[in-house]
């Protein structure tokens, strides 16, 4: 938690519950290599734990040399992303419903928040595909136990954020980093200009 007066932390890191749907976006100052400069997407939060997956990581690995059925349907760049540290043999896939389309109503997907869901990968992605604007599939993801985030968010290792439906579906060459603090305004917005320091031996 942020001290009143404090002025050299942006104060909008508690300015927002984490919960599904919310964006985790690590501070500067996160220099934990599965998670620099990382935009994680909360899919489940509760009690227990949290998990999400990193919406900045793509990898070289396509889609259809993994998920054959899938490929074609899925957002360009269509590589999967590294959703995280946990599992990465783990499959997981996220789409944005296209305007109109319910999750609660839509075969194959568990509703997360808004028009973004969790797909049902033993689902067929060519019934899926016209109900959607795009999807993509991550390998493996993020997690934390009971009290792990809450604890690195009261450190200042990552700010909460609202997410847009299209953050899920960012291109690969994006700076959705940069972006979404960019659209936070100050002075979350100023700390887009940061550039990290590699590190020395």
């Not at 290599?33 to 949290?50: L, Q």
């Not at 847009?164 to 002075?187: C, H, K």
């Amino acid at each position: 938690m942020v001290a009143e007066g404090t002025r050299d932390e942006p104060a909008e890191r508690s300015a927002y519950s984490v919960e599904a749907g919310t964006l985790l976006v690590a501070a500067p100052s996160l220099t934990d290599p599965n998670f620099v400069r990382t935009v994680v997407f909360v899919i489940d939060h509760r009690r227990e734990g949290t998990l999400g997956v990193i919406l900045n990581r793509p990898s070289e690995v396509a889609v259809s040399d993994v998920l054959p059925t899938w490929g074609p349907h899925t957002t360009r760049p269509s590589a999967v992303f590294v959703g995280g540290p946990v599992e990465q043999k783990t499959a997981l896939c996220l789409a944005a419903l296209r305007t109109g389309e319910d999750p609660a109503g839509t075969p194959g997907v568990v509703g997360v928040r808004g028009p973004v869901a969790l797909v049902d990968l033993d689902g067929d992605p060519a019934a899926l595909a016209p109900r959607v604007r795009g999807l993509r599939v991550f390998a493996g993801y993020s997690g934390w136990d009971r009290g792990q985030l809450a604890g690195e968010i009261s450190r200042g290792d990552w700010y909460v954020v609202p997410a847009l439906p299209d953050d899920v579906l960012a291109p690969a060459r994006y700076d959705l980093w940069g972006g979404v603090l960019r659209r936070q305004g100050v002075p979350l917005a100023l700390l887009a200009t940061h550039v990290t320091e590699p590190k020395r031996n």
